[in-house]
């Protein structure tokens, strides 16, 4: 099953993997975000090159960057907004009378669990931006989990019909 917010948090842990197993070229810093995004689909097949491409893309530092470090940078402040965004819906899902009381419980775990994944990610951050690519990849990690656990909370909770890894479900519910 392909996570829409998990994504976010994989595309991080695996450029912390480039980061640890890889140097950059030349010929990577002026492509840059195609060749980090090609890499990075080449290693894991969750991450899709083209939805890589438009992620990174979708901020015009991206296209600047020269240093793996940059795009990470800009990485996490992606997924530092969209982690906030997301809690923002959950919790306005909560307010929602419409829902049964499976879904709701499913919802609440979820705002628990993504209730911490912005400050991991700010952590993570600064770890990057010292220099500390373990703990960068560890706060990495823990966001990831939020998705994950997420979507096991809906599962877990036979609230199945509704999934926050969806997009069209919560855009349709919203």
Same mark, same amino acid.
């Given at each position: 099953?392909?996570?829409?917010?998990?994504?976010?948090?994989?595309?991080?842990?695996?450029? *912390?993997?480039?980061?640890?197993?890889?140097?950059?070229?030349?010929?990577?810093?002026?492509?840059?975000?195609?060749?980090?995004?090609?890499?990075?689909?080449?290693?894991?097949?969750?991450?899709?090159?083209?939805?890589?491409? %438009?992620?990174?893309?979708?901020?015009?530092?991206?296209?600047?960057?020269?240093?793996?470090?940059?795009?990470?940078?800009?990485? *996490?402040?992606?997924?530092?907004?969209?982690?906030?965004?997301?809690?923002?819906?959950?919790?306005?899902?909560?307010?929602?009378?419409?829902?049964?009381?499976?879904?709701?419980?499913?919802?609440?775990?979820?705002?628990?669990?993504?209730?911490?994944?912005?400050?991991?990610?700010?952590?993570?951050?600064?770890?990057?931006?010292?220099?500390?690519?373990?703990?960068?990849?560890?706060? %990495?990690?823990?966001? *990831?989990?939020?998705?994950?656990?997420?979507?096991?909370?809906?599962?877990?909770?036979?609230?199945?019909?509704?999934?926050?890894?969806?997009?069209?479900?919560?855009?349709?519910?919203?």
């Amino acid at each position: 099953m392909r996570k829409f917010e998990g994504y976010f948090f994989s595309l991080m842990f695996s450029i *912390f993997m480039i980061f640890q197993c890889s140097t950059l070229t030349n010929a990577a810093a002026n492509n840059l975000v195609l060749d980090t995004c090609k890499k990075m689909a080449g290693s894991d097949p969750n991450i899709k090159y083209n939805s890589c491409v %438009t992620l990174l893309g979708s901020d015009p530092r991206s296209s600047k960057a020269t240093s793996l470090s940059e795009l990470g940078t800009i990485s *996490f402040e992606i997924d530092i907004s969209k982690a906030k965004s997301i809690l923002s819906t959950i919790n306005g899902l909560l307010k929602d009378p419409k829902f049964d009381p499976n879904v709701k419980r499913a919802l609440k775990d979820c705002s628990d669990f993504y209730s911490t994944a912005p400050d991991n990610l700010q952590e993570g951050l600064d770890a990057l931006k010292a220099g500390d690519y373990s703990t960068a990849n560890i706060r %990495t990690s823990a966001a *990831f989990d939020s998705s994950v656990n997420c979507d096991d909370s809906f599962k877990e909770k036979k609230a199945s019909q509704f999934r926050l890894s969806e997009p069209a479900k919560v855009k349709e519910v919203l």
